[in-house]
């Protein structure tokens, strides 16, 4: 990049003033996004060197040599590497790349380098792409697409003015939008990332874990993120028993609630379901985990997934894109558990929280049945004064034992982790299932969303007879929780999004109408995957892409989107229509070549016809009286009718 040979300095290859200036705002434009994702020293890194080229392209200085480019460019690798722990991944490799892109800048002083550093700014403009698609990226990308595009354009003799390059630009890019649409709509699909990079070191993860302790839940309760969004195909369910499920937790170290991989692995025993199912389709934004979310139980699942022995809904590869996918699912069944399960759900760490199993134990003995002993844990938890809260204190070693006899305060991880640790101190198979509950009814798009503030967790405990039953501890203290949301179950005073507390009715709708923008973006756009494509196309008749109907589709899509460029294209470049005078006068000439007598370059038309006349003295009077007219229209200033003289022409046959 640095070590190429220096070509002479011609005017014409030189870069101007003008596209210097062009070229460093198309880069800084491009890397201005990226701002919001690499590190801020990145991005300090990149606008310190397009202020460098700024600053030499105002005061007319030399460019660095490469003596000194060439350590900056190893210098910014190792930083990358050094904060980053490698050089490819998102963060890591986008920074890197626009930090050379900027580097590149520096060295660029003629029209050939300003083209290379348009092609990287293209691919800058891609690079956003692993950042997010949503529509406001993309309307960043076509501005972007806008200034590199009128900058090349710039370089190859476009109008300087900016408004008429802009507009040539745009003007260029509106003629293959078609084009880009018809290949969007019929172009296969393919399954899956074009390319995977590695996952990053720290890379941002937003959702819930394998894993839960106390506070993991509450935090991620502070977020207004969308976890997915759901479709139903007939009645929605009421708001309570909209139990999203996620991972099942199993193990418990005192302080943990961890899931079981062997459960995760296996398979589940059939259920027994009745009723009607509950017919939706989630749309999941990317997560990076194998988890999907079904309500319980789900009896009709994507092809790419399966349900592991607990229950949890698991696509075959891990959701790094947006997807979608339909669920059937059952909300009355009986859900048996594998031989051997239930003794894992029994399993409690010894030494820890001493008291709790005391008083499982009281309640225990003087329960006449399990459901009665769960039911008196509920009671408590009801009737007793423990707080619903988002922040509740630090809990010790003994996390059960200090939070039912001392804080009292808690999230709804406090609450499931007692309820199975009593349980599980009773003789009662227990375990802590993980996942969303409730959501927010769109009614501008007919659609629920759910946030990450809708993150629940709630237990399940075994009971002879009924199988596995839910159990939500956090209804018992703050019913409004599973009743209607999050921010009805706590108090003005908890810090919560703005957009999850109450709001005047217009804000509502707008944010209900912004919501609806992004949905549909999302289903015919990011959404747009194989089998919507192939939906798409059943529609309109063509039932394979490999068909002669989707060649003919593809044929006559291209000729009509390409119509109009190409009718304006002719409308530019066709040739001028001929000069009937100068018509007849070659046909003329011709012929008279045809008999020995052609027309020299430099021949005007009366020497030409003197000579010619003198060649074929039998046709002198002929020749004479042609070249006399010809004359007389072509030089005599006026606009005299042609048509004698076409008549001459066409009876001259010698």
Not at 28 to 36: D, E, I, N, Q
Not at 151 to 157: D, M
Not at 264 to 277: E, L, N
Not at 600 to 626: K, V
Request: glycine share 8%; charged share 20%; aromatic share 10%.
């Amino acid at each position: 990049m640095f070590w190429r040979k220096k070509q002479p300095a011609t005017s014409e290859a030189r870069l101007g003033r003008i596209d210097t200036f062009w070229l460093i705002a198309a880069t800084a434009l491009c890397g201005a996004p990226l701002a919001l994702h690499l590190d801020l020293w990145m991005s300090l890194a990149l606008a310190t060197l397009l202020l460098w080229r700024t600053q030499i392209a105002l005061s007319g200085g030399t460019l660095p040599s490469k003596w000194l480019l060439a350590p900056l460019t190893l210098l910014a690798a190792a930083a990358v590497l050094a904060t980053q722990g490698t050089l490819l991944g998102r963060f890591a490799g986008v920074g890197l790349f626009s930090l050379l892109v900027g580097l590149k800048l520096l060295e660029t002083e003629h029209q050939r380098s300003a083209v290379l550093v348009i092609l990287l700014d293209y691919f800058l403009i891609i690079t956003q792409l692993l950042f997010g698609q949503g529509p406001w990226a993309a309307l960043s990308m076509a501005l972007q697409l806008l200034a590199v595009t009128a900058t090349l354009l710039g370089l190859f003799g476009s109008p300087s003015g900016a408004r008429q390059r802009l507009k040539a630009t745009g003007l260029m890019l509106l003629q293959a939008l078609p084009v880009m649409a018809l290949l969007f709509v019929l172009f296969p699909r393919i399954q899956g990332p074009l390319w995977r990079l590695p996952e990053e070191r720290g890379g941002a993860r937003t959702g819930l874990s394998d894993d839960m302790s106390p506070g993991t839940i509450a935090e991620l309760s502070q977020s207004a993120e969308t976890a997915f969004r759901v479709r139903f195909a007939g009645k929605r369910p009421a708001q309570n028993q909209l139990y999203w499920r996620g991972p099942v937790l199993w193990h418990f170290d005192g302080q943990t609630w961890r899931a079981d991989p062997l459960a995760t692995a296996g398979s589940p025993v059939p259920a027994w379901v009745k009723g009607d199912s509950v017919d939706y389709t989630v749309t999941l934004e990317p997560h990076r985990r194998n988890w999907l979310f079904a309500l319980d139980v789900p009896v009709r699942i994507p092809p790419d997934a399966r349900l592991s022995s607990d229950y949890q809904l698991l696509s075959n590869n891990p959701v790094n894109e947006l997807k979608r996918y339909d669920v059937s699912s059952m909300t009355h069944y009986l859900l048996p558990t594998h031989p051997g399960a239930l003794q894992a759900a029994l399993a409690l760490p010894s030494g820890y929280n001493p008291r709790s199993v005391a008083l499982a134990r009281d309640i225990r003995t003087r329960a006449a049945t399990p459901q009665a002993a769960v039911e008196a844990v509920l009671k408590m938890f009801n009737q007793q004064q423990f707080y619903y809260t988002l922040e509740p204190p630090r809990l010790g070693r003994n996390s059960v034992d200090d939070f039912l006899f001392a804080t009292r305060r808690g999230f709804c991880e406090h609450y499931a982790s007692a309820m199975v640790f009593l349980a599980r101190a009773m003789g009662i198979p227990a375990r802590v299932v993980t996942g969303y509950q409730g959501g927010e009814f769109n009614p501008l798009g007919n659609y629920l969303i759910v946030r990450q503030s809708d993150a629940h967790a709630w237990t399940e405990v075994w009971f002879d007879g009924a199988g596995w039953v839910r159990v939500d501890p956090t209804a018992a203290v703050a019913r409004e929780r599973v009743e209607r949301n999050l921010a009805a179950a706590l108090p003005e005073a908890e810090a919560l999004p703005f957009s999850l507390r109450t709001q005047p009715e217009f804000l509502r709708r707008l944010r209900f109408g912004v919501d609806n923008l992004l949905n549909h973006w999302n289903q015919w756009v990011i959404g747009y995957d194989t089998q919507r494509q192939r939906n798409f196309l059943r529609s309109i008749g063509i039932e394979d892409f490999v068909s002669s109907q989707m060649l003919a589709a593809l044929l006559v899509g291209g000729l009509l989107a390409s119509a109009p460029v190409l009718v304006w294209l002719w409308w530019r470049g066709r040739p001028l229509r001929a000069d009937p005078v100068q018509a007849a006068w070659l046909t003329f000439c011709a012929r008279l070549a045809r008999h020995g007598a052609s027309r020299h370059p430099h021949e005007g038309p009366r020497d030409f016809a003197r000579r010619a006349a003198a060649l074929l003295p039998q046709h002198a009077t002929e020749i004479t009286a042609i070249a006399d007219l010809y004359m007389q229209l072509r030089y005599g200033g006026n606009d005299a009718d042609a048509k004698p003289l076409r008549a001459l022409v066409r009876r001259f046959r010698p």
